[in-house]
């Protein structure tokens, strides 16, 4: 089993920044397989779409929409995954969501409880 915990949602004026994180957890033979780690996010509307994710030899892709804007890392020494959102707009306010997968035949895909980011002056 794989626990995910968000935090540094909030509210920010356009223009802000904010910093997700996200600590994974659990037993070490199931974190050890998690192949991508990845942010999504859940606007009003709209379906569920990945914003940004990393596979665990570090390859990492940023989705279009905010190539300019967000940033992604991993510290694998503390066990976190990293959302910097710079130039925060409107448009990006939505509930954000950590998801690591353990790839194969049957992916197994673990969520995090979700946090909200509202973009609002």
């Known amino acids: 089993q794989v626990q995910l915990v968000e935090s540094g949602g909030g509210l920010v004026q356009p223009g802000g920044r904010l910093q997700l994180s996200c600590v994974v957890s659990?037993?070490?033979?199931?974190?050890?397989?998690?192949?991508?780690f990845r942010w999504y996010r859940q606007i009003p509307g709209r379906e569920r779409e990945w914003v940004a994710r990393?596979?665990?030899?570090?390859?990492?892709n940023i989705a279009e929409s905010v190539k300019d804007r967000f940033i992604f890392w991993r510290d694998i020494t503390k066990n976190t995954v990293t959302l910097q959102m710079n130039n925060l707009k409107p448009e990006d306010t939505g509930v954000y969501y950590c998801?690591?997968?353990?790839?194969?035949?049957?992916?197994?895909?673990?969520w995090g409880q979700g946090t909200q980011v509202t973009v609002s002056s």
């Open positions: 998801n690591a997968e353990i790839s194969g035949l049957n992916p197994i895909n673990y």
């Open positions: 659990g037993d070490v033979s199931s974190v050890k397989r998690i192949g991508w």
């Open positions: 990393q596979t665990q030899m570090g390859t990492t």
